[in-house]
């Protein structure tokens, strides 16, 4: 017989819990999941045969034989490189325009980050005015300075030479480096400038250690586009270069081209010459470009 002390001292065993059935998980369908797959492709694929389809005729005309009309580079022959390098003294107007190109990169990087920096950290009276007008210097055609320039350039007996042409590109491309520096050097944070300050470096040496370092993806952005500009413009150094010895790349491939006939095999080839720098150029430095536009399109 169980008394009421036993019956309060048995211990009570608790119910097991009860599991709630759990949902099932239900994955969220993106709005191309639902799009069929040739939709997408199609028009790639028409896109990516339009952008190829020149290169490839190109390459043809470059390396088949004169007089071919076939379809496919074989027998493939290098005598319109030959004939464009030796002949046509594209040598030298390769050389002319490495010199131009690079000139052109390292002083429109050097001001240019000179003035980004005075626009990014120093407030002046007329900063307002003076971005305006490097905005609306934008919208100014090339041609429109020629005159000017030339008429400069006249009077300080710098016509025919490659120094012209240098200082012209730099004049055009500074505007726009200027503003794209400026706005990367904004994405610094100055407290990294004043903790220099207070670790005994001068101005100078604060931007040379800590934000020069920083500015590396943008100062490669913006080289790259005075590079490319210098390397591909045409009509500065037609302008101001009379020498053939002097002329640049773009320029001979004009001198490939009469009233009378074309020759579509060396202008083929001279364009590959043309197109390979740019192309290289862009393919080692792919990685730091995509970088400087992230970096200026993101405040820090």
């Given amino acids: 017989m169980i008394t009421k002390d036993a019956?309060?001292?048995?211990?009570?065993?608790p119910a097991p819990p009860v599991e709630e059935p759990r949902p099932r998980a239900t994955r969220k369908r993106r709005a191309w999941?639902?799009?069929?797959?040739?939709?997408?492709?199609?028009?790639?694929?028409?896109?990516?045969?339009?952008?190829?389809?020149?290169?490839?005729?190109?390459?043809?005309?470059?390396?088949?034989?004169?007089?071919?009309?076939?379809?496919?580079?074989?027998?493939?022959?290098?005598?319109?490189?030959?004939?464009?390098?030796?002949?046509?003294?594209?040598?030298?107007?390769?050389?002319?325009?490495?010199?131009?190109?690079?000139?052109?990169?390292?002083?429109?990087?050097?001001?240019?980050?000179?003035?980004?920096?005075?626009?990014?950290?120093?407030?002046?009276?007329?900063?307002?005015?003076?971005?305006?007008?490097?905005?609306?210097?934008q919208f100014v055609p090339g041609a429109l300075l020629l005159v000017p320039l030339f008429q400069i350039f006249a009077e300080l007996r710098m016509i025919n030479s490659l120094v012209s042409v240098v200082i012209a590109e730099t004049v055009f491309q500074l505007p726009l480096s200027m503003i794209l520096i400026s706005g990367f050097i904004r994405n610094v944070p100055y407290s990294l400038e004043e903790a220099a300050w207070v670790d005994g470096c001068n101005r100078f040496d604060a931007f040379?250690?800590?934000?020069?370092?920083?500015?590396?993806?943008?100062?490669?952005?913006?080289?790259?586009?005075?590079?490319?500009?210098?390397w591909n413009h045409f009509l500065f150094a037609l302008m101001f270069l009379s020498d053939q010895s002097k002329q640049t790349v773009p320029v001979g491939l004009n001198t490939l081209m009469s009233s009378d006939s074309v020759d579509l095999g060396a202008l083929a080839a001279g364009g590959i010459v043309a197109a390979v720098p740019v192309v290289v150029v862009f393919a080692f430095i792919q990685k730091w470009l995509i970088t400087g536009f992230s970096a200026g399109a993101v405040k820090g």
């Avoid at 019956?7 to 065993?13: C, D, G, L």
């Avoid at 002949?87 to 131009?100: A, L």
């Avoid at 590396?216 to 490319?228: C, D, E, N, Q, T």
């Fill in 208 to 230: 040379r250690i800590v934000v020069l370092p920083l500015l590396r993806p943008g100062l490669i952005a913006v080289g790259s586009f005075a590079f490319v500009h210098a």
């Fill in 7 to 13: 019956e309060a001292v048995a211990p009570v065993t």
């Fill in 33 to 137: 999941d639902e799009v069929p797959r040739w939709q997408i492709y199609v028009p790639l694929g028409g896109y990516l045969l339009f952008t190829l389809v020149p290169f490839y005729w190109i390459l043809l005309f470059a390396l088949r034989p004169a007089g071919s009309t076939s379809l496919v580079p074989w027998p493939m022959t290098l005598d319109h490189f030959d004939k464009v390098w030796t002949e046509r003294s594209f040598g030298t107007y390769f050389q002319n325009s490495v010199i131009i190109a690079v000139a052109t990169l390292v002083m429109t990087t050097l001001v240019a980050l000179a003035g980004g920096y005075a626009l990014a950290r120093f407030d002046f009276r007329i900063k307002r005015g003076f971005l305006l007008a490097l905005l609306c210097s």
